[in-house]
């Protein structure tokens, strides 16, 4: 793929070759977080807590590589999600900090998080330079190409892609402003898959397409392997037109099907109503392999050398349960990234974001009469779409070493007008190593 912006490039601690067939570097990612308490007039066993709480959560990841050949390479990622969110990343759909994992249970133990052979083949004689870093590490590459990637990856490595709204440990830290709320894509817990991906690319276009895995049970740690039984598709073609001469234009357009053990919010309230639960469950069912779906939309616009703007529309059908990203049906989101090469501070990056996130009638349904998902459940349901609003800065302090303040508003929390509104505050510190 093609970067978005070319000044997008970060310092690091450490220099990294440009020529050594190894690869091996690092960050560090620490976030605190915390809101006051909030008017809540009820609150269930996934609510967002409306009392004050404070939250430090870290990531530490090791990136290796060995470029094998011209055009074959392999990446090996060890990574550790520690600490804890707000809540416990429960009671809103577009949390607040998405280094957060979704079970503290799972503790700080290290993981692979990435393990990928990517070959590449020239499609012809032309080729085009290419930023070295932890997912590739070719200095140039065929314009016209087909890419071959499979292993352990997470899908938005590769789709949803947007440089000015896509980056939790130097942008936003908020999950539907970094990624399409509406796009449930394939992932464990942690947020990484097992699957193949094709990926075509010209000087102005490319399209692309992943075959993976999906996890047993909603927001689970276990894969399901047989593929009869649950996988996903995922398909996104992307455009790059120059709309504004030598400034940067993106849009993609995604689809993406996931077949898996869910469960159907209707049946679920249908089982309540005759009185065969105590509360609609959407997991009361036997196994079966159902089928959701979604769309989504994704745009980037350079619109001075210092200045870039963003936007994402998603939609799902909302029948079936939300599975893996978060509990949204429909997300739409814009917003600003400027460049600190304005004010002279090259490495700083400041920006502004809205997104309102929403669900369907079956979905909301559910929620109303006490129904839990994995992420929300306030034992009643006043309906509102969730609308936030998020700010940062990111102050480069030294090398690679950067400082966040950033800040967010949610109204209708977890889309309950009944509660809220809540600030969240934060700190970041980042590590490029």
């Not at 799902?316 to 002279?344: D, L, M, P």
């Not at 559910?366 to 129904?371: A, D, M, P, S, T």
Request: glycine letters at 10%; proline letters at 5%.
């Amino acid at each position: 793929m093609s970067p978005d912006d070319s000044d997008n490039s970060v310092p690091t601690f450490f220099p990294h070759s440009e020529s050594s067939p190894f690869w091996i570097s690092g960050q560090m990612n620490l976030v605190y977080q915390g809101h006051p308490s909030f008017p809540s007039p009820y609150q269930g066993p996934h609510s967002l807590l409306p009392v004050s709480e404070t939250a430090l959560s870290r990531v530490f990841t090791l990136y290796t590589g060995w470029q094998t050949s011209s055009c074959t390479e392999l990446l090996l990622d060890v990574e550790s999600a520690g600490g804890k969110g707000i809540s416990n990343a429960f009671g809103l759909a577009g949390y607040s900090n998405l280094d957060v994992v979704r079970n503290p249970a799972l503790g700080a133990t290290p993981y692979i998080a990435r393990g990928i052979f990517h070959a590449v083949f020239a499609l012809g004689s032309d080729r085009s330079p290419a930023e070295r870093g932890p997912l590739s590490l070719f200095t140039s590459l065929p314009t016209r190409r087909l890419e071959f990637r499979v292993g352990r990856f997470s899908l938005v490595d590769f789709f949803d892609n947007n440089s000015a709204g896509s980056d939790s440990h130097l942008q936003f830290l908020n999950w539907t402003v970094d990624s399409n709320g509406g796009y449930d894509y394939a992932a464990d817990t942690r947020g990484y898959t097992v699957g193949a991906m094709f990926d075509f690319e010209d000087k102005n276009w490319g399209l692309r397409f992943a075959e993976t895995l999906m996890p047993r049970v909603a927001n689970g740690i276990a894969f399901q392997w047989n593929l009869e039984r649950a996988r996903a598709e995922n398909i996104e073609l992307e455009l790059r037109p120059r709309l504004v001469p030598e400034r940067p234009s993106a849009f993609r357009l995604l689809s993406y099907i996931n077949h898996a053990n869910m469960g159907d919010y209707r049946t679920a309230i249908q089982q309540f109503e005759n009185g065969q639960t105590a509360v609609p469950d959407v997991t009361n069912h036997p196994l079966q392999s159902n089928i959701k779906y979604g769309f989504g939309a994704n745009a980037l616009q350079g619109i001075t050398g210092w200045l870039s703007g963003f936007a994402r529309f998603g939609w799902n059908e909302g029948r079936h349960e939300s599975f893996v990203y978060t509990e949204a049906n429909q997300s739409v989101s814009f917003g600003a990234v400027a460049h600190g090469k304005r004010w002279r501070r090259r490495f700083d990056r400041a920006g502004l974001a809205f997104t309102g996130n929403a669900i369907s009638g079956d979905h909301r349904r559910y929620l109303q009469l006490g129904g839990i998902g994995f992420l929300l459940g306030d034992g009643n349901l006043t309906y509102g779409r969730e609308k936030i609003v998020e700010g940062f800065y990111s102050a480069q302090v030294w090398r690679g070493a950067f400082l966040s303040f950033d800040l967010q508003r949610v109204n209708n929390p977890g889309f309950n007008q009944a509660r809220g509104p809540v600030i969240i505050p934060g700190l970041r510190l980042h590590l490029e190593l």
